[in-house]
């Protein structure tokens, strides 16, 4: 049995979800909801790559309260070869 299948398998169908959103480290778990049909829409966490567990749950928890403080942010100087007409 292949992991994709055992994850299917241990999906509750027994309940009714309006929505299922992954906590996953990165693009990967949204892409396995999406392979299998659970996937409607993107979600808070699906291109989060350096948060830990516990910092997802305590986003959870606060409501997002903290999620987007302005002094948490780093700016990058922009690639000269994004966007350029060819």
Same mark, same amino acid.
């Given at each position: ?20 959103? /992954?906590?996953?480290?990165? !693009?990967? !778990? ?11 829409? /993107? ?15 305590? !986003?959870?928890?606060? $409501?997002?309260? $903290?999620?987007?403080?302005?002094? $948490? ?14």
């Amino acid at each position: 049995m292949s992991i994709f299948e055992f994850i299917k398998n241990k999906i509750n169908t027994k309940n009714k979800y309006d929505v299922i959103y /992954s906590i996953g480290a990165d !693009c990967g !778990c949204a892409g396995n909801l999406k392979r299998f049909k659970l996937r409607i829409t /993107s979600g808070p966490f699906d291109w989060l790559f350096k948060a830990s567990l516990e910092q997802r749950f305590v !986003c959870l928890m606060n $409501d997002f309260a $903290d999620s987007l403080n302005i002094e $948490d942010f780093e700016k990058f100087e922009k690639d000269a070869r994004v966007n350029a007409e060819l």
